[in-house]
């Protein structure tokens, strides 16, 4: 179907649909030149027709029902920014289902409903676009499509949250606890009102998800996944990270064996050497490391959330649909689902950082000795530090290569020590060769 107008509705006028409204505005005159076509935002969906916005827009072009947007005939493009997976599932499906090309933002809607979405999208010739679910601005989703096709990833890993990046950088930098830096977080907008979402691992997990299907034609549901938050972080071991030639970042690692074809996905805290490229990605920004076996080590750094840099990857996306309709509607190649099998924890293997509260008292090192020796668990190093408990001492071990499986169990082990005081607090240390 070729059209000289396309009339495009944005479904969602928050943040990110008013930063697309306006970037389309802007910069109209170049995209409608080198796309052939003319641009028409037709209509924009609210929840509140009162409220007031950055962009005008003609009160006839406001709706409070976004599925009127979603199955209007004469709209082309739907760009699904509501949020969430309920209703935003409800107008992406009706979108698809009416052969539309749907751009979302979404990786919530992705991580929990991406089989349904592709295959109404696959049955109704449709077209359903995300580049802006993952990191922003970074067009890693397009690298991963189109640029990197030739190749099978054995590593991915990379910085996939703002929040979390801005809150590691600031405690390093300035030497302030996470619970001073997440309340100045939180005025500054980095962080919304309930960060758990973000400092717990969730939102990069819903991210991982997205890279790992994208990669390896499967769907890991996030309670398939290992997930942790940066929410026990402190100066100790921040200290330690620097003093022996690391960064403490939040990573998604999503690694395939050669061999097996087993996938894994996880979510935690790492020390990462401080030689790697995203050892030294702050602030804000994002950065992703992508390990194909033809082309070897690629990076990808920019800002992953905001109005701006979302608005640019939607803004692309749209462009993208556009020539395809432009085309008669050809398909995508197809992300065939694989189904692959998920690496048992044994053979997740690593060394392992491990802060210990215990009471200051002789004998607490043999206890804690005696603990891991009997899940094999060899510890490599031990210091002790002071800690800010009157009667206790912070503890911290590093090991020498272990499994996901075995540190578990030594973790429950440790807990139930009279010595311990508190929760263990993990770290593993970054071994990527890639």
């Known amino acids: 179907m070729s059209t000289s107008t396309i009339n495009i509705g944005i479904c969602g006028l928050g943040t990110v649909g008013q930063g697309v409204w306006k970037h389309i505005e802007s910069n109209r005159a170049a995209l409608e030149s080198r ?66 090309t749907v751009v979302s933002a979404n990786k919530a809607l992705l991580c929990k409903h991406g089989p349904q979405l592709f295959a109404a999208a696959r049955k109704h010739g449709g077209h359903f676009f995300f580049e802006a679910s993952v990191a922003g601005g970074i067009p890693i989703i397009k690298a991963l499509r189109e640029g990197l096709v030739a190749n099978r990833f054995k590593l991915i890993y990379g910085i996939l949250n703002g929040t979390c990046n801005y809150i ?6 300035e030497g302030l606890s996470y619970h001073a830096i997440l309340a100045e977080a939180k005025q500054l907008g980095y962080a919304e009102a309930d960060e758990s979402l973000d400092v717990e691992g969730w939102d990069t997990a819903h991210k991982a998800s997205i890279l790992a299907f994208l990669a390896h034609g499967t769907w890991v549901p996030t309670e398939k996944m290992l997930v942790e938050g940066i929410t026990q972080i402190t100066q100790t071991d921040l200290a330690f990270a620097r003093e022996h030639g690391y960064a403490i970042k939040l990573l998604a690692v ?32 994002n950065g992703i490391s992508v390990t194909g076996d033809v082309v070897g080590e690629t990076v990808y750094i920019g800002r992953g959330a905001g109005q701006d840099p979302t608005a640019s990857a939607v803004i692309s996306d749209i462009v993208d649909g556009i020539i395809l309709l432009n085309r008669g509607n050809t398909h995508l190649p197809e992300l065939a689902e694989t189904r692959a099998p998920l690496t048992p924890l ?41 800690s800010d408990t009157p009667g206790a001492a912070s503890l911290i071990l590093t090991t020498h290569q272990s499994n996901e499986k075995a540190i578990r169990s030594t973790i429950s082990r440790l807990r139930r020590l009279s010595c311990v005081l508190g929760e263990p607090v993990l770290l593993r240390i970054a071994d990527f060769a890639g």
Not at 168 to 173: G, K, Q
Not at 263 to 275: C, K
Not at 360 to 369: H, Q, R, T, Y
């Open 346 to 386: 044994e053979a997740i293997t690593g060394r392992y950082y491990l802060r210990l509260e215990v009471k200051d008292e002789p004998g607490v090192l043999a206890k804690i000795s005696g603990a891991t020796a009997k899940l094999d668990v060899s510890i490599a190093s031990v210091l002790q530090r002071t």
């Open 254 to 285: 999503i690694s395939r064996e050669a061999d097996t074809g087993e996938v894994f996905v996880r979510v935690h805290p790492t020390l990462i050497p401080s030689t790697k490229v995203l050892a030294n990605v702050n602030e804000v920004y």
């Open 35 to 100: 796309l052939g076509v003319t641009l028409n935002l037709a209509r924009a969906s609210v929840r509140d027709l009162e409220k007031k916005r950055s962009v005008r827009i003609a009160a006839s072009k406001l709706t409070t029902d976004p599925l009127a947007i979603a199955t209007d005939p004469s709209i082309h493009i739907v760009c699904e920014l509501i949020g969430g997976t309920t209703l935003a599932r409800q107008v992406t499906l009706a979108a698809l289902k009416a052969g539309k």
């Open 168 to 173: 590691l950088t600031r405690m390093e930098r």
